[in-house]
């Protein structure tokens, strides 16, 4: 084999190769979603992206034979250390080849950049927080990913593993069909009617009118649910509402959803159609034909991925995520989406994974995180 080198990515053309190299890694594999090639530019676009007023990273590309073989990144969230009190680093976007010089490599690189600046553990992959894609598939790699999850080649985890890395925790993705009531426990049913007549909580739809106040409420909401989590980096407003703002023309106010009691916003679900069966239309690109294969499809989604859905902690006693649930079904009575996928959730979470088996569910695909620790004996 050719000589192997690791470079930083440097210039706008290798920056295009590195967002590139998915198309040929994946080729000849019909189970791979193409991202939006602009979209991508802009993700990683250190002045555009809010996640670098809070955050740094370094982009690696592995060459071989004059042509890019495996890419990664490196980056420290500050935002994730203060919150857990850590001094971790993370790792993402890895892609490559069946090459497992090239992924060691490729992990060398990242944990040597994150140990020059003293991460004592590097954990992912994340692109670029655990609120992005994140983890590695190991299980349901025959099914198409939902929009915001990765699909990987099954070796990666041989790679991975075979350059020192070790199992952090597992994201399960349970699949749901909303359409059949039959399905659930009853219980969850009297629990969202005690959340209404016995606690007085009122379920509303977002409205993207009110973007601002809904991505507040949201953000709210979200630290507060999650922040006892593994993984868990708080969300800010300015980094939520980008997010937000792109995917407004997308967003379907049908599946977004906010749970008040006493005029105080304690629950919310943040649910979206499947944009990768549009996506996959594009392969990529918006011209010249793509965006009107992507816009024709969107009319008939037929699924949709729950993001998000939280509780504030001193509201769980409520039943008001069966209320949430309750409304997942309702939708899926007035709406073309009859089924979909959880957002990931913890193994170690018992109450939701539970809560999911009520439901009739079954768990689609796992995702692994990774770590390796950087400094020996911490």
Not at 76 to 100: L, P, R, S, T, V
Not at 139 to 148: Q, T
Not at 207 to 219: C, D, M, T
């Amino acid at each position: 084999m050719s000589q192997l080198e690791i470079r930083p990515v440097r210039s706008r053309s290798d920056l295009m190769r590195f967002i590139r190299l998915p198309w040929r890694i994946y080729r000849n594999s019909p189970n791979w979603v193409p991202p939006l090639i602009f979209e991508r530019k802009q993700f990683l676009n250190r002045r555009k992206n809010p996640f670098f007023n809070h955050a740094e990273a370094e982009y690696f590309l592995a060459w071989r034979g004059g042509r890019p073989v495996g890419r990664i990144t490196a980056q420290i969230d500050h935002d994730f250390n203060e919150h857990h009190g850590h001094a971790w680093g993370m790792f993402g976007f890895f892609e490559c080849d069946d090459d497992q010089e090239a992924a060691g490599a490729l992990v060398d690189a990242a944990a040597t950049w994150l140990r020059e600046r003293g991460r004592d553990r590097m954990v992912g992959p994340f692109d670029f927080t655990m609120n992005d894609e994140a983890g590695l598939l190991i299980e349901g790699f025959e099914i198409k990913p939902m929009v915001k999850q990765p699909w990987h080649h099954p070796y990666y985890q041989d790679l991975l593993e075979g350059s020192g890395m070790s199992k952090a925790i597992d994201l399960y993705m349970w699949s749901l069909n909303v359409d059949k009531r039959s399905d659930v426990a009853p219980m969850i049913w009297q629990v969202a009617e005690q959340a209404e007549k016995e606690h007085g909580v009122t379920l509303r739809h977002m409205r993207k009118k009110h973007l601002q106040r809904e991505v507040e409420a949201f953000v709210e909401v979200y630290n507060a649910a999650w922040k006892d989590n593994w993984g868990f980096t708080p969300m800010r407003v300015e980094d939520f509402e980008h997010t937000a703002d792109e995917m407004k023309p997308l967003l379907s106010e049908d599946w977004l959803m906010i749970c008040e009691k006493d005029g105080e916003v304690i629950a919310a679900a943040l649910t979206v159609p499947d944009f990768n069966q549009a996506f996959a239309k594009a392969n990529g690109r918006l011209l010249p034909f793509g965006g009107i294969r992507m816009l024709a499809k969107l009319r008939s989604i037929d699924a949709v991925r729950v993001g998000f859905l939280g509780v504030k902690p001193e509201y769980q006693h409520t039943g008001v995520a069966a209320l949430l649930y309750r409304e997942h079904f309702d939708m899926a009575e007035k709406t073309p989406q009859k089924a979909g996928e959880t957002g990931w959730i913890l193994e170690t979470n018992k109450p939701m994974n539970r809560a999911m088996e009520g439901m009739g569910g079954r768990i689609a695909k796992k995702y692994r995180v990774f770590e390796k620790v950087l400094r020996p004996g911490e």
